[in-house]
């Protein structure tokens, strides 16, 4: 059973451009978020989809966007890049219901896409 | 607001010996979960450990506990054990659970590094 799988694993842009990361959810999970984790940090909340919209958004500007397909797989674009955009993006599936356990042990993470831009 | 407290940006500890790492939290949310991932050099997310704030118990998985003190908002993580292989960053994490909803998001703490000496 395949888990979270994110495309590509490492990326270098230019500052301005622009850049698409992929992520496919576990087999099973309708819900996908993403997070920004900064080199020593903790990773930052950037926003969650469901049912092929965009369910609640963390505080980012809306150079990031994202998008859900119906196979619940899901991008994220981040447009005009800027130096402080570099950083590990990991995308985390996971089922809209059930209990609060089965959402606990069910929440799943990719091993992220490290974004450098120079 | 909810907000994740790691205070130990880092600490040593002997092979073999037993580890506390360090997490508060704050939630106006009477319904919440709390979690411990360990993120290896890799970048994955691993889960270890999850307490709901209703649990009488606190939770345990293997050689992780969990030191649930819901008064004190704390949630720290008891690694009993210690292996090399436990070297990583530990982050806290928490998660408002309205209802039996994933909408929510997972918040995170700054994390911790562990390093595990011979």
């Known amino acids: 059973d395949a888990g979270v799988t994110q495309s590509p694993t490492h990326l270098i842009k230019t500052r301005g451009q622009q850049v698409t990361l992929r992520c496919s959810p576990k087999?099973?999970?309708?819900?996908v978020s993403w997070y920004q984790q900064a080199l020593g940090q903790g990773p930052q909340f950037i926003f969650q989809?469901?049912?092929?919209?965009?369910?609640q958004r963390g505080n980012f500007p809306d150079r990031f966007s994202g998008h859900q397909f119906p196979n619940y797989s899901s991008e994220l674009n981040v447009n005009a890049l800027l130096l402080g955009d570099s950083a590990l993006y990991l995308c985390?599936?996971?089922?809209?219901?059930?209990?609060?356990?089965?959402?606990?042990?069910?929440?799943?993470f990719g091993s992220g896409t490290r974004l450098t831009v120079v | 607001a909810q907000k994740i407290t790691q205070t130990q940006p880092g600490m040593f500890v002997q092979e073999k010996e037993a580890v506390t790492l360090d997490c508060t939290y704050d939630?106006?949310?009477?319904?919440?979960?709390l979690f411990w991932y360990k993120q290896p050099s890799s970048g994955e997310m691993i889960f270890l450990i999850y307490?709901?704030?209703?649990?009488?118990q606190n939770a345990t998985e293997g050689r992780y506990s969990l030191n649930f003190q819901k008064a004190r908002k704390s949630a720290n993580l008891v690694i009993s054990a210690s292996q090399l292989g436990d070297s990583a960053m530990y982050f806290c994490a928490m998660r408002e659970l309205p209802g039996y909803s994933s909408a929510s998001k997972i918040i995170f703490g700054s994390g911790t590094r562990l390093s595990i000496r011979p």
């Open positions: 989809y469901y049912e092929e919209e965009e369910r």
């Open positions: 307490q709901g704030s209703y649990d009488q």
């Open positions: 939630t106006s949310d009477p319904s919440y979960g």
């Open positions: 985390a599936s996971s089922l809209s219901d059930g209990t609060a356990v089965q959402l606990a042990y069910g929440y799943t």
């Open positions: 087999s099973g999970h309708d819900t």
